[in-house]
C-alpha cells in the first residue's frame, strides 16, 4: 500500500512542477525564473524537478507540449478522420482554439515567448517547429482540400493559413496583456464568431453561402 501511494505521488509531481513554473513563467518571465523558484512554488526541493526535468527550457517545452501541442495533435487526427465540408472543419478548429485562448491559463506561454524570444533563439525555434509550424500546416490541409474540391475559393493556402491565426494571437495577447484594462469583459466568444463568419464569407465560392 505504502509502494502504492508513493508511485501515485510520484505520477502527480510533474503536473505539480508544470503548474508551478506556469506561475512563476507569467509572473517573473522566462529569464528571470529560476530553478528555486519554480521549486519553491512547488514545496519541493530543486533536486527534484531534476527527476523529471533536465533544465529550465525543458520545463518550457513540456508545458508547451502538454498543453497548445496537445490540442493541435488532436484536431489534426480529428481533420484526417473526417470527410467533413472544408468550411465545417474550419468552423471546429477555430471555435476549439478560441476556446482554447480565451480560458486557458496556457495562453500566457506565447507572451512570455515573444518577450524574451531575441535571448532565447532554441526556445523560439522550438515553437517555430511544434506549435506554428504545425498549426499553420493544419489550416494549409484544410484550405487546400477545400480548393481541390472546389468548395473554397482559390486562394493561396500559406497565405490564407496566417489569416486564420491572426484573430487568435490577438485575442492571447490581448488577454494577457490589455484585458485587465477592460471596463467590460471583452466579448471573446464573439470575436470568434465573427471572425469565422467573415473569413468563410471571404473563403466561399462565388454565390455559395458556408
Known amino acids: 500500500m505504502r509502494t502504492q501511494r508513493w508511485n501515485r505521488r510520484k505520477d502527480e509531481r510533474a503536473p505539480e512542477i508544470l503548474e508551478a ?20 512554488r512547488a514545496g519541493i526541493t530543486k533536486g527534484t524537478i531534476y527527476l523529471y526535468f533536465d533544465s529550465k527550457e525543458a520545463v518550457f517545452k513540456a508545458l508547451a507540449r502538454q498543453s497548445i501541442g496537445a490540442r493541435i495533435d488532436a484536431l489534426v487526427e480529428q481533420v484526417k478522420a473526417s470527410e ?7 468552423r471546429l478548429i477555430l471555435s476549439t482554439m478560441g476556446q482554447f485562448a480565451s480560458t486557458s491559463d496556457r495562453v ?17 525555434e522550438f515553437w517555430r517547429r511544434e ?3 504545425r498549426g499553420l500546416g493544419l489550416f494549409e490541409t484544410v484550405i487546400a482540400r477545400g480548393v481541390a474540391r ?6 493561396p493556402p500559406h497565405h490564407a493559413a496566417r489569416l486564420c ?11 494577457t496583456v ?33
Not at 84 to 90: G, I
Open 131 to 133: 506549435i506554428i509550424d
Open 165 to 175: 491565426v491572426a484573430p487568435i494571437l490577438i485575442m492571447i495577447f490581448w488577454r
Open 108 to 124: 500566457v506561454l506565447p507572451r512570455v515567448l515573444l518577450s524574451e524570444a531575441g535571448n532565447f533563439p532554441e526556445l523560439a
Open 21 to 40: 513554473a506556469l506561475a512563476c513563467f507569467a509572473q517573473k518571465g522566462f529569464a528571470a525564473t529560476r530553478m528555486d523558484d519554480i521549486a519553491a
Open 150 to 155: 472546389g468548395e473554397l475559393r482559390d486562394v
Open 178 to 210: 490589455f484585458g485587465k484594462f477592460d471596463v467590460v469583459p471583452y466579448d471573446y466568444d464573439g470575436l470568434i464568431q465573427t471572425h469565422v463568419d467573415t473569413l468563410l464569407r471571404g473563403l466561399a465560392v462565388d454565390g455559395e453561402k458556408q
Open 84 to 90: 467533413a465540408p472544408s468550411a465545417e472543419l474550419l
